[in-house]
């Protein structure tokens, strides 16, 4: 089983900062990808940013610029620095992971969710 916890959000003023962390445990060989995603109040969850294992991004359009993803590959975690935040940006901000796992002699990939972190911007 692998668990994936985020932590760092909250409320915060229009214009303020957060970081986010996501920090994978558990039986894991190794994680491709790490993204974030959101989900704003009746609105479907979307993409925020992504990491490669390599260190290669992905950004919501919306977002670049304002949001910096990046991970630390030895402790199984990444991170979400968001600046300039906007009332938009509320949202329960989610991250997955795409894990391997050893099972029965074999490499199986398996993608895993967060429980989610609430960040709140006031104006």
């Known amino acids: 089983q692998v668990q994936l916890v985020e932590s760092g959000g909250g409320l915060v003023q229009a214009g303020g900062s957060l970081r986010l962390s996501c920090a994978a445990s558990?039986?894991?060989?190794?994680?491709?990808?790490m993204g974030w995603y959101r989900q704003a109040p009746g609105k479907q969850r979307e993409l925020v940013a992504r990491?490669?294992?390599?260190?290669?991004?992905t950004y919501a359009a919306s977002m670049k610029g304002r949001f910096t993803i990046s991970r630390d590959n030895a402790k199984n975690t990444a991170y979400l620095q968001m600046n300039s935040l906007k009332p938009e940006d509320t949202a329960v901000y989610y991250c997955n992971a795409d894990c391997l796992q050893v099972q029965g002699g074999s490499l199986l990939g398996r993608l895993y969710w967060g429980q989610g972190t609430q960040v709140t911007v006031s104006s």
């Open positions: 990491i490669t294992s390599g260190g290669r991004i």
């Open positions: 558990g039986s894991i060989f190794s994680i491709n990808d």
